[in-house]
């Protein structure tokens, strides 16, 4: 190791530290903003230092010609990695980047087109303005939320509105682009993702307790803006125990009985009442209506409103089934 007053200063939020030798900034050319990398030398000189095992984490590449630049790190289960690097307006035209770690990196209107992105880690990079076309992101991790979108809800707990709206702004635009290139290459399952999260963040931009944002926000819990068909099914659920919980309370009638739990019923009746009254919550709901059973006082209402609420919810489930399928 080089003497400490020789070696590059650079130290990322990990605690990684870079021991090549400094120049008269205190950083080494790879960590040095200053330091000029338009040239076209710039490509060969950082294939050659990856593969020498120099560190590349945090490493400035702003505007820096990489095209077709080669990063694959051959007979390792791990990629390169250059977590924390400076890439703004890059050019990385049909780079090799296989199974390459770009967390916390800055890719702002980097050029991606043509380059291999499989599997490569991009958690809380910055993706705005990055140029997508024909890229290969298969197996790429993007973690559940973009840098943008963390930091939009960081700002609104400590009260940041302004701040706020410009960073969920700019989330919608990276979740829209990702959204797109995803379905252009056939990658559905995470276009889906980033849709919903596109259409989240133009939610959290519209005024608070609006109705365009109270519908946005039903429509999300109901089926995750037609991506999310388990979310309907889970809502069915809720609603067909909810109501047979109603319709123990208020009443059914069989055969000239009332089926209602009382306290001075015994455990295993009251069961058997919830039981029945479950069986008609399901019956009502899916609008089968067999007659055996049939509401009284308040339980017709509650009927009314069920089976309502089940044939639009049944609907809104093939909708979206279907959609998931053909895709």
């Not at 400094?22 to 593969?51: I, M, R, T």
């Not at 910055?126 to 790429?140: D, F, I, M, P, Q």
């Not at 803006?225 to 909810?242: T, V």
Request: hydrophobic share 35%; aromatic share 10%.
């Amino acid at each position: 190791m080089n003497d400490s007053n020789f070696s590059c200063k650079y130290q990322d939020p990990e605690g990684f530290t870079c021991d090549s030798k400094a120049n008269e900034s205190g950083y080494c050319f790879w960590h040095d903003k200053s330091a000029d990398k338009s040239g076209d030398e710039v490509k060969s000189k950082l294939e050659e230092h990856a593969k020498s095992g120099g560190q590349l984490r945090g490493i400035h590449l702003s505007r820096a010609n990489l095209e077709g630049v080669n990063l694959v790190n051959y007979g390792h289960k791990t990629g390169f990695d250059l977590s924390y690097s400076d890439l703004y307006h890059a050019d990385l035209r049909g780079g090799h980047l296989f199974n390459i770690n770009l967390s916390h990196a800055s890719l702002m209107k980097a050029d991606l087109r043509g380059a291999n992105l499989n599997c490569a880690q991009l958690h809380q990079s910055n993706l705005l303005g990055v140029r997508w076309k024909s890229a290969k992101v298969e197996n790429c991790s993007f973690a559940k939320k973009i840098r943008q979108h963390t930091l939009a809800e960081k700002c609104i707990k400590e009260n940041q509105s302004i701040q706020a709206q410009d960073y969920f702004e700019q989330a919608e635009e990276i979740y829209r682009d990702l959204r797109k290139h995803a379905e252009q290459e056939g990658i559905f399952t995470q276009s889906g993702h980033f849709i919903q999260q596109e259409l989240t963040m133009r939610r959290m931009q519209m005024p608070k307790y609006s109705l365009q944002r109270i519908t946005s926000k039903l429509v999300d819990l109901f089926c995750g803006y037609g991506e999310d068909p388990l979310r309907i099914i889970l809502l069915s659920i809720l609603i067909i125990l909810f109501c047979a919980v109603l319709y123990s309370m208020t009443g059914l009638n069989y055969q000239g009985e009332t089926y209602l739990i009382q306290s001075t019923n015994d455990l295993a009746r009251n069961i058997h009442i919830f039981l029945s009254c479950l069986y008609y919550s399901v019956v009502t709901f899916t609008t089968l209506g067999y007659g055996d059973f049939t509401p009284v006082g308040i339980s017709r209402a509650i009927a009314a409103c069920e089976a309502f609420t089940g044939s639009f919810t049944i609907a809104l489930f093939v909708v979206v089934f279907v959609k998931k399928m053909t895709r």
